[in-house]
T-cell receptor, first 113, second 112 residues
């Protein structure tokens, strides 16, 4: 069935290090993937998205990698800063018809000064 | 632009009471969504709308109703509040289904 999960529920890194947050998805028909950042008491904030016809997309300090062979999505944050501390969610959208985004449970990233 | 605005931010209800959670967006987005987020969990879709006058059920619609009379507004109605509906409710909007959804800051609802 449809499910989006995360390998690690928490991740702790040192300021300035690179962070990698992983996500596994089960629906091979999903054609759109998105990463959100959620700070305490706020709504999810869009970070970056990627479509299934791509395997890599870069933004400002962030890169999303999509491996369709093993149904794996990752978010890389370069030079992690204390302001990056938050819960990160991946979400997938199955192809065709449904408007539903399937969200994972989230990974809590803590950046230590 | 204000983006997606949700009111109220907090509410406590008694079992059996009813209330409407308000959501408004000023981005002229056709698509609007309601999610609930339980502690330590991801978001689950309650209802969505692809345009004014059109609504459809999501993953967890039981106990809720919605309407979409205008492009801007998408209220969520709880008719008979139950403790299981204690959650944080997020409204979101997007221009197209394969575009990022923009979220409000949520309504924290407790039912006692």
């Amino acid at each position: 069935g449809e499910s989006v999960g995360l390998h690690l529920p928490t991740l702790s890194v040192q300021e300035g290090d690179n962070s990698i947050i992983n996500c596994a998805y089960s629906n091979s028909a999903s054609d759109y993937f998105i990463w959100y950042k959620q700070e305490s008491g706020k709504g999810p904030q869009f970070i970056i998205d990627i479509r299934s016809n791509m395997d890599k997309r870069q933004g400002q300090r962030v890169t999303v990698l999509l491996n369709k062979t093993v149904k794996h999505l990752s978010l890389q944050i370069a030079a992690t800063q204390p302001g990056d501390s938050a819960v990160y969610f991946c979400a997938e959208k199955p192809q065709g018809g449904s408007e539903k985004l399937v969200f994972g449970k989230g990974t809590k990233l803590t950046v230590n000064p | 632009n204000a983006g997606v605005t949700q009111t109220p931010k907090f509410r406590i209800l008694k079992i059996g009471q009813s209330m409407t959670l308000q959501c408004a967006q000023d981005m002229n987005h056709n698509y609007m969504y309601w999610y609930r987020q339980d502690p330590g969990m991801g978001l689950k879709l309650i209802y969505y709308s692809v345009g004014a006058g059109i609504t459809d059920k999501g993953e967890v619609p039981n106990g809720y109703n919605v309407s979409r009379s205008t492009t801007e507004d998408f209220p969520l109605r709880l008719e008979l509040a139950a403790p299981s509906q204690t959650s944080v409710y997020f409204c979101a909007s997007s221009s197209l289904s394969n575009q990022p959804q923009h979220f409000g800051d949520g309504t924290r609802l407790s039912i006692l």
